[in-house]
């Protein structure tokens, strides 16, 4: 049984707070919580995700950095581990938007893709 954690919900503009908890192996919302905020704070709960954005080194551009971020959710816990390889990686254009700049992140499934065009 993991320990109850105060939570405060995203899905809206709302942030309503809740108290979660696993009982059983059902996890437990306590609060005024929506459907979709029930759902984030169950998933929040077992393995918090999130939207990783930063840069990576452009070669043989004038421009210096490409801003990129992960296709989809990411795991928290994983976040570290996947700065550390993005550190190393570097691209040349033409890279389109939405182009995948290093498949399967830190072993996630998860791709990392690029968030602007680089044409030059």
């Known amino acids: 049984m993991k320990e109850a954690k105060d939570l405060i919900c995203i ?24 459907k979709k905020g029930k759902a984030y704070l169950e998933q929040e ?16 551009s004038s421009t210096a950095r490409l801003p990129v971020r ?20 570097s691209v040349k254009p033409p890279v389109r938007i939405g182009e995948v700049v290093l498949a399967d992140l830190a072993g996630s499934g998860v791709d990392l893709i690029a968030a602007d065009d680089l044409l030059q």
């Open 11 to 34: 899905t809206c503009p709302k942030g309503c707070e809740a108290k979660v908890w696993s009982e059983q192996g059902e996890i437990k919302v306590k609060g005024k919580i929506c």
């Open 45 to 60: 709960f077992r393995e918090p995700r999130r939207i990783l954005t930063t840069t990576v080194v452009v070669k043989e």
């Open 70 to 89: 992960t296709a989809r959710a990411f795991p928290k816990k994983d976040l570290f581990k996947a700065m550390e390889q993005i550190a190393r990686v």
